[in-house]
């Protein structure tokens, strides 16, 4: 018996790496691999071999028989093919006599021959064919079937801009949920329906889109590789968020039985890493409760996926947050920025503004002009704002936040004179509400990109 874990980890590492012949390798699974470390006690690693007539099969159902039903791992070839092999890991010091290792061929000769009857038995019926079956699935009792559940879908494909190839991926996506294959090996939901399209001729766009449309499974994982994969992934989950948000099943604490969790992270991971131009407001609906929940999605991502600062995150969102492509992009700007000496005496001389702004209840609407200011400091920020005004026009609709933030960074000095000798609040009306104003307007500007006053400074 190994008491230490890690002990049982280097065992099972060195013996497997020993079993092996030059040419093959073990199919990497960090997660098979730390379920063996705690399932044994001196764990001994086993070569056994299958027919490679099963190679007929495709890999991914014959890996998902050799992992999930069987805990063995998967070994290639140095071009990365499937060999007609596996290693399994005993639970004693040895097996002298290849009983172990025989029987653990049997058994997995039997999964193989169950998994290539399925696949044969299914391919007799179209996925096509399959989607007036759904009917009888039921998603969710107050949600309805699979099939009303695909015909939302659907729309939402197509709402998004989807073409044909999209929304006929989006038909078939559920209907591997009626094959046998999918009812003996549940793991291989989505995949095999885009195996069985594959096989039955549907357009690569189609096959893909299926195979890939439970993608990403969490945030380590990769978005689905297709424009119309990506589309009826996040169709797909923002039906089930829609609807589960809309009769009350909504997360709390560690119950989430619907994995709405993960379905709104793997929306934005899609929305951010696939550059799709969709707007939270249209993609969430009036729902005030599934956009905090969305955002709180949003904000992890952002923090925690891509590593900014949470005031930075916080100061991005709270000056917009509709497109996430575009907070990426005022995010990547503001990081860029922080780091230059103008950045932080900004912030907190832009917290006073809005102090200002906000004690005075002033929201702007008068007329200013240059030649209304009469002292320098304020002739000086005025013209700043010209600066900051005209670079917004030229680099905002092109999304180029960095010259923009680095022109309104340069207005720092300009700021520090102004609050150095002019009285905003004066007791004249006209110059304080002209002064409001001027002040008012840089506000604006800044807030094209980020609130200032959220971020944290020394």
Same mark, same amino acid.
């Given at each position: 018996?190994?008491?230490?874990?890690?002990?049982? !980890?280097?065992?099972?590492?060195?013996?497997?790496?020993?079993?092996?012949? #030059?040419?093959?390798?073990?199919?990497?699974?960090?997660?098979?691999?730390?379920?063996?470390?705690?399932?044994?006690?001196?764990?001994?690693?086993?070569?056994?071999?299958?027919?490679?007539?099963?190679?007929?099969?495709?890999?991914? =159902?014959? =890996?998902? $028989?050799?992992?999930?039903? @069987?805990?063995?791992?998967?070994?290639?070839?140095?071009?990365?093919?499937?060999?007609?092999?596996?290693?399994?890991?005993?639970?004693?010091?040895?097996?002298?006599?290849?009983?172990?290792?025989?029987?653990?061929? !049997?058994?997995?000769?039997? /999964?193989?021959?169950? &998994?290539?009857? *399925?696949?044969?038995?299914?391919?007799?019926?179209?996925?096509?064919? /399959?989607?007036?079956?759904?009917?009888? =699935?039921?998603?969710?009792?107050?949600?309805?079937?699979?099939?009303?559940?695909?015909?939302?879908?659907?729309?939402?494909?197509?709402?998004?801009?989807?073409? +044909?190839?999209?929304?006929?991926? &989006? @038909?078939?996506?559920?209907?591997?949920?009626?094959?046998?294959?999918?009812?003996?090996?549940?793991?291989?939901?989505?995949? =095999?329906?885009?195996?069985?399209?594959?096989?039955?001729? +549907?357009?690569?766009?189609?096959?893909?889109?299926?195979?890939?449309?439970?993608?990403?499974?969490?945030?380590? #994982?990769?978005?689905?590789?297709?424009?119309?994969?990506?589309?009826?992934?996040?169709?797909?989950?923002?039906?089930?968020?829609?609807?589960?948000?809309?009769?009350?099943?909504?997360?709390?604490?560690?119950?989430?039985?619907?994995?709405?969790?993960?379905?709104?992270?793997?929306?934005?991971?899609?929305?951010?890493?696939?550059?799709?131009?969709?707007?939270?407001? /249209?993609?969430?609906?009036?729902?005030?409760?599934?956009?905090?929940?969305?955002?709180?999605? $949003?904000?992890?991502?952002?923090? #925690?996926?891509?590593?900014?600062?949470?005031?930075? $995150?916080?100061?991005?969102?709270?000056?917009?947050?509709?497109?996430?492509?575009?907070?990426?992009?005022?995010?990547?700007?503001?990081?860029?920025? /922080?780091?230059?000496?103008?950045?932080?005496?900004?912030?907190?001389?832009?917290?006073?503004?809005?102090?200002?702004?906000?004690? &005075?209840?002033?929201?702007?609407?008068?007329?200013?002009?240059?030649?209304?200011?009469?002292?320098?400091?304020?002739?000086?920020?005025?013209?700043?704002?010209?600066?900051?005004?005209?670079?917004? !026009?030229?680099?905002?609709?092109?999304?180029?936040?960095?010259?923009?933030?680095?022109?309104?960074?340069?207005?720092?000095?300009?700021?520090?004179? *102004?609050?150095?000798?002019?009285?905003?609040?004066?007791?004249?009306?006209?110059?304080?509400?002209?002064?409001?104003?001027?002040?008012?307007?840089?506000?604006?500007?800044?807030?094209?990109?980020?609130?200032?006053?959220?971020? $944290?400074?020394?």
């Amino acid at each position: 018996m190994l008491v230490a874990a890690e002990e049982r !980890r280097r065992k099972i590492e060195n013996e497997i790496r020993a079993l092996l012949p #030059d040419g093959l390798r073990v199919k990497p699974d960090p997660a098979l691999l730390e379920t063996l470390v705690y399932v044994t006690e001196f764990p001994a690693p086993i070569l056994g071999s299958f027919n490679d007539e099963y190679l007929g099969l495709p890999e991914e =159902v014959l =890996v998902t $028989v050799m992992r999930h039903h @069987q805990k063995y791992f998967s070994v290639e070839d140095s071009s990365g093919r499937l060999a007609p092999h596996f290693v399994a890991v005993m639970n004693t010091s040895a097996d002298p006599d290849g009983l172990v290792r025989a029987g653990n061929e !049997r058994v997995l000769r039997a /999964r193989f021959n169950d &998994a290539r009857f *399925f696949w044969e038995f299914d391919q007799r019926k179209k996925l096509a064919e /399959r989607v007036a079956d759904l009917s009888h =699935v039921t998603w969710q009792a107050q949600l309805g079937s699979y099939l009303e559940k695909t015909n939302r879908v659907i729309a939402l494909v197509r709402e998004f801009g989807g073409n +044909e190839h999209a929304a006929r991926a &989006a @038909q078939l996506a559920k209907c591997d949920l009626t094959t046998e294959m999918v009812k003996e090996f549940p793991e291989l939901q989505g995949v =095999v329906g885009g195996l069985y399209a594959r096989a039955q001729g +549907e357009p690569e766009p189609v096959w893909r889109a299926v195979y890939e449309h439970y993608k990403p499974a969490g945030m380590e #994982d990769s978005i689905p590789s297709t424009p119309e994969g990506r589309l009826v992934s996040l169709a797909d989950k923002l039906d089930t968020l829609r609807g589960c948000f809309a009769i009350g099943l909504i997360p709390s604490g560690s119950k989430d039985p619907f994995a709405l969790r993960r379905a709104a992270q793997g929306a934005v991971k899609i929305l951010v890493e696939g550059k799709l131009a969709l707007g939270l407001s /249209r993609l969430l609906g009036d729902s005030e409760p599934l956009r905090e929940f969305f955002l709180d999605r $949003v904000r992890y991502y952002f923090k #925690d996926v891509c590593g900014f600062r949470y005031d930075e $995150v916080n100061a991005v969102l709270a000056a917009g947050c509709d497109h996430l492509v575009d907070v990426e992009s005022r995010l990547e700007a503001l990081q860029a920025v /922080r780091p230059t000496d103008n950045f932080e005496p900004l912030a907190t001389a832009f917290k006073r503004i809005k102090n200002i702004l906000k004690q &005075a209840d002033y929201h702007g609407g008068e007329p200013i002009q240059e030649q209304m200011f009469n002292l320098s400091a304020e002739v000086d920020l005025y013209r700043e704002f010209v600066k900051v005004a005209d670079a917004a !026009r030229t680099h905002l609709p092109k999304l180029e936040y960095l010259p923009l933030l680095q022109v309104i960074a340069s207005t720092r000095p300009a700021v520090d004179r *102004f609050f150095d000798q002019v009285l905003v609040m004066d007791s004249d009306e006209q110059r304080r509400m002209r002064r409001l104003e001027l002040l008012h307007r840089i506000n604006v500007q800044f807030n094209a990109i980020a609130d200032f006053s959220e971020i $944290v400074t020394q």
